[in-house]
Every structure is written in structure tokens, then in C-alpha cells.
């Protein structure tokens, strides 16, 4: 069962990927939708791995809905660029603007992931 959800992640990090690579080859890309910024989805996949590799099914599911909400963002973003999640939007309108230290941490991890 842990490897059926983790191959489920992997899929759905694989449809993530092809939209970032689909939105690099448009003429006017989306900003947000590029592999080298943090995004909540990578959290969820490391969820995912580290409840795999420990057989720890209550971080494996936390991790596919955080997976499957910022692939439904970015892949519903090549239509309409301005749909926010329901994850990604609690998380800006209630944690990023009230709490500098959120955005630190933020622009660390962009800047670790690539983003320039």
C-alpha cells in the first residue's frame, strides 16, 4: 500500500513537471510555474518519502494532498494564470504577509531551489 501512494506521488509530481516544462516553452510564461522555486508540493514529497521509507501512513497522506494541491495550481494555471489552490491561497492570505520570518524563510528555500 506505501509504495502504491508513493508511486501516486511520483505521477502526480511528474504531471507537476511536464507543466513547468510545457509553461518554459510558452511565448509569455506563467512566473510562478517553474521547478527551480520552492513550492509547497516539494514539502509534500518529502512527506511522502520520509513516511514511505518509515511506513508512516499519517505523513505519506498529509504529503499527497499537499503534492496534489500545487499540481492542480500550476497545471490549471497554463489556462487561467491567476487560480490560486485552496492551500496555496490559505498559506498567502493567513501565514505569508503576517509573518516576516515566513518570508525569509521562503525566499531561502527559492534561493536554495534556484530561483533567481
Not at 516544462?21 to 510558452?26: D, I, K, L, Q, S
Not at 517553474?34 to 504529503?63: C, K, M, N, Q, R
Not at 503534492?67 to 492570505?93: C, W
Request: negative net charge.
Amino acid at each position: 500500500m506505501y509504495l502504491i501512494l508513493l508511486l501516486f506521488d511520483v505521477l502526480l509530481f511528474a504531471f507537476f513537471a511536464m507543466a513547468c516544462v510545457f509553461n518554459a516553452g510558452r511565448p509569455k510564461p506563467h512566473p510562478d510555474i517553474y521547478l527551480d522555486e520552492f513550492h509547497h508540493g516539494y514539502l509534500g514529497d518529502a512527506l511522502v518519502i520520509l513516511g514511505w521509507a518509515t511506513s508512516t501512513w499519517w505523513l505519506i497522506l498529509p504529503g499527497i494532498l499537499l503534492r496534489l494541491d500545487d499540481t492542480v495550481q500550476h497545471v490549471a494555471q497554463l489556462d487561467n494564470p491567476r487560480f490560486d489552490s485552496p492551500i496555496h491561497a490559505l498559506y498567502v492570505d493567513e501565514i505569508y504577509w503576517r509573518y516576516a520570518w515566513v518570508r525569509k524563510l521562503n525566499a531561502w528555500l527559492d534561493r536554495l531551489f534556484g530561483a533567481k
